[in-house]
């Protein structure tokens, strides 16, 4: 079997994300990388041959004009972040950073601003000044601006990250020299390819000029944080690089402590609760169980669909519509709230982003669809990604538009690889948003659907 490092994030009373890493096919994933390539055309967006293929196939990134005006620095000439749109010609040599990965038919979406995030600072290549997260405020957002205006590289900009007000000048330091060493290497790369290329009378692109962070890095970066109270890993290696790179980045040794080593002979998820094992396996399933602590609600499950366009889900009562003592609407509201809080969580297990149709159960009572509305938004509070969504139509349906934070993932491939996922680095906590749609005419949903999902 192939070897893989798999982790969770786990939350109360299951997991919200799984993320296995192929470590025999590390360039299963470009998202997150630094690349070169070759700038083909332009509408209102320039087009990149960014990782070989034809004209049209989804090695080709796109990254809109507005993001390569009005900056300076020493390294314009590599990330074209100075170029107007005029100034940009077939066959130029770019260097880009994968933000979004291509989906179907889609190419992925590229930006030639890299930027090169640490646990406690965010470095910017090719900008200017130092901002602060806004969760910072006070003395603490004080004295990290201060800091940060000592530590900025020449042609750099600073994003000082919330963990950064705990931490030491000398600490910040080293943190900004890793990733400034990191941009060094992005720059030889990509001159050395270009100068080569030039002797032979080739393209120098499309390559990868750096990969972007391992699986114990994200969990290090992104996932460990004050609200996490243990982190347990069954892999040596795997503990003694997380460990280290705490102790690089300033982490305190409370926080180190939080850092378990698993021995024991199980898997280290069936250890943690048999819960992040089914929680796990039922993200690489099409149809998932609904689950009641009365066990009031056999045979309830839900169908995901993922599409080109969208993805589809289904909710069905089962033997629960006909079981139960209660009338048609009670069931339908206690399977459709069950199935709001099971879809939350697998929208962030699955990562499933874009635009999303949950076709619930029917229910005439305005105050049942109120109460299904409730149990998604609470359900979706420890979401990182951004999520809308709109109240339940007449006819049973919710759109919700979700941020992809990696790449979408369909059957039993979960997610291509964690190593590339992309950072904002102080996303608030807790952002779904309920939008008030257009008030539905009267005659909307009338005579319509009666026994739809039963």
Known sequence: ARERTRAGSRSVP???????????????????????GDFEEAYSSAWLRSGGGPRGATHHGWTPWKQHVATKGRDSELTGANKVVEHWRPGMPVVVQVTRLGSGHKGPRVTARPTLPGRNVVLCPDGEGVYVSRKLAGQARAYVKAVGATVVPSDCALIMRTEAAGVSKEVLEMDIRSLADDWDVVRERARAAVEAAGLQGRSPFPRRLLDAATVEQILVRDL?????????????????????????????????????LHTGPENVFDALGKNVSEAVESAADERVWLKSSDESLPGAHIVIQQTEALTAIDVNAGRAAFINDSDNESVAA???????????????????????????????????????ETAFLEAAQHDRAQLTFLPISPLGVMEVARERLQGNNSGRRIVADVKGMPVDPDRPQGGPRRVRGPRPPPWAGAGVGRGRGR
């Open 14 to 36: 299951a997991s919200e994300r799984f993320y296995p890493n192929p470590r025999s096919e590390p360039a299963s994933s470009p998202l997150g990388d630094s690349q070169g």
């Open 224 to 260: 460990f944080g004050e609200r996490v109270a243990r982190l347990t890993v069954d892999s040596m290696s795997s503990y003694e690089a997380i460990v280290s790179d705490l102790r690089r980045t300033g982490a305190t040794d409370e926080i180190i402590r939080r850092v378990r």
């Open 334 to 372: 206690q399977v459709n709230v069950a199935a709001a809080k099971e879809i939350a969580l697998q929208l962030r297990l699955r990562d499933i982003g874009g635009l999303v149709m949950i076709d619930y159960i029917d229910m005439h009572d305005r105050a049942h669809r109120k109460e299904v």
